[in-house]
């Protein structure tokens, strides 16, 4: 299932009915912070082995790496990463797929940048079919 073109849409209280369509883009992956810690146990196996065989088949969704996004991202979410300030995005989601490409070897992964966690909420709702699938962290 390759995504690489989508429209989400959502109210705006100011605007109304919003569209906003995106398409994805290949970014370097050092460029990118995770929000989540990483750890290497059956899961990340597992999804590791199917990068290998099937390759990354969705898009990694990323924003600006900000402080006010930083600070929604990490909403109840455990293994926090700390923040870093160093990286212009954040991985709002595929804070393992980040980790696994990068130990394979790659300098990019293909992305969509949103402005903020409630676009990224809402695009990630619309990838899964209105189901929020996250990948365990251990």
């Known amino acids: ?17 919003v569209n906003l369509s995106m398409q994805t883009m290949q970014i370097a992956i050092d460029f990118i912070a995770p929000h989540v810690k990483v750890l290497r146990q ?12 099937e390759g990354l088949t969705n898009p990694i969704i990323v924003m600006p790496n900000s402080r006010i996004n930083y600070d929604e991202a990490i909403r109840k979410v ?4 700390e923040y870093d300030t160093k990286k212009q995005l954040l991985a709002y ?3 393992q797929r980040l980790s696994i ?3 394979l070897g790659y300098y990019t992964v293909s992305c969509f ?8 909420h809402i695009l990630q709702l619309q990838l899964q079919n209105g189901i929020i699938i996250n990948e ?3």
Do not use: C, M, W
Request: net charge negative.
């Open 1 to 17: 299932k390759n995504n690489s073109s989508q429209t989400i849409q959502y109210f705006d209280a100011n605007r109304g009915l």
């Open 42 to 53: 059956n899961q990340y196996k597992a999804l590791k082995h199917d990068i290998t065989s």
């Open 78 to 81: 455990e293994n926090i990463a």
């Open 93 to 95: 989601n595929g804070n």
């Open 101 to 103: 490409i990068e130990e």
């Open 113 to 120: 940048i949103v402005d903020n966690v409630r676009h990224a």
């Open 136 to 138: 365990p962290a251990s």
